[in-house]
């Protein structure tokens, strides 16, 4: 079975930066994605990678600030995040194997990495 493991999180002020990694235990084919759920908010897309990288989806509220990438030699998944806002801090989970932004088609999910943005 395909295990997640997600690393990158932490506490950061308004306007910094983190990078998220998302290390699986095996290749797998389809696409990959972050998502994040804050308190008292349903879990949201972030952004999505396609198989060979070369589809990106990314949710509005994130477009030019972050960025999907991928390193399938290394069975890796990041998301590097810039310029952060304090209504950027949620849960962060990293998911395998599904389609674009759709939480409900993917297979395997990380155990979520917290990443808390204060202003």
């Known amino acids: 079975q395909v295990q997640l493991v997600e690393s990158g999180g932490g506490s950061v002020q308004a306007g910094g930066s983190l990078r998220l990694s998302c290390s699986r235990s095996?290749?797998?084919?389809?696409?990959m994605a972050w998502f994040r759920q804050a308190s008292d908010k349903e879990r949201e897309g972030v952004a999505a990678?396609?198989?060979?990288?070369?589809?990106?989806y990314y949710a509005t509220s994130v477009k030019g600030r972050f960025t999907i990438s991928k390193d399938n030699a290394k069975n890796t998944l990041y998301l590097q995040m810039n310029s952060l806002k304090p209504e950027d801090t949620a849960m962060y989970y990293c998911?395998?194997?599904?389609?674009?932004?759709?939480?409900?088609?993917?297979?395997?999910w990380g155990q979520g990495t917290q990443v808390t943005v204060s202003s």
């Open positions: 990678i396609s198989t060979g990288g070369g589809i990106t």
């Open positions: 998911a395998a194997v599904g389609s674009s932004l759709n939480s409900r088609s993917y297979k395997y």
């Open positions: 095996q290749y797998t084919g389809g696409d």
